[in-house]
């Protein structure tokens, strides 16, 4: 698709993001395997919930915009997904492994931020007001992931770590 108007950068912002979390979808799982922290799975587990939602949420919005999705690779998540494949391949304490699964997934969370803020500007720029409170939400839920790491980090994860 030629990038000619703003609406269509727009709808490949949304396919983007949609790619991205069909990878996720594919990769949580591996994810959930990998962590030995209980906290840490269920972490995982959630969003995988929150991110078949989000995918759901991106459909509706392209389908708000005339448009079915369309999966052309996101470079960026796959990038990081193969970041935190390494960390589920390295040999090292579990809890230090656990750590290094946190820091992959809240750099996957930060990408996300950025891509849902900037998707539902767009959709409130354009009139698309059902599509930026979709978009919002999923902002909201990538938001709240990252935060909920930090903490899982902070009071019971990375002091483990830092223990082993």
């Not at 703003?6 to 949609?18: A, T």
């Not at 459909?59 to 470079?75: D, F, I, S, Y």
């Amino acid at each position: 698709m030629k990038l000619d108007s703003f609406k269509k950068l727009y709808i490949h912002e949304l396919n983007d993001l949609y790619d991205a979390e069909k990878q996720l979808v594919e990769a949580l799982p591996k994810m959930v395997k990998a962590a030995t922290s209980s906290e840490l799975r269920v972490a995982f587990e959630n969003h995988l919930d929150e991110t078949n939602a989000q995918v759901d949420r991106l459909e509706t919005a392209l389908a708000n915009v005339g448009e079915k999705p369309k999966r052309v690779t996101c470079k960026g998540m796959k990038g990081l997904i193969e970041e935190g494949e390494e960390m589920i391949k390295q040999q090292a304490d579990t809890a230090i492994r656990d750590a290094g699964l946190i820091a992959a997934a809240q750099r996957i969370e930060h990408y996300e931020i950025a891509g849902y803020g900037c998707a539902r500007t767009y959709a409130e720029m354009l009139g698309e007001e059902e599509a930026g409170e979709l978009l919002q939400q999923s902002l909201d839920e990538e938001r709240t992931a990252d935060e909920s790491l930090t903490a899982l980090a902070e009071s019971l994860i990375n002091v483990e770590a830092a223990q082993a």
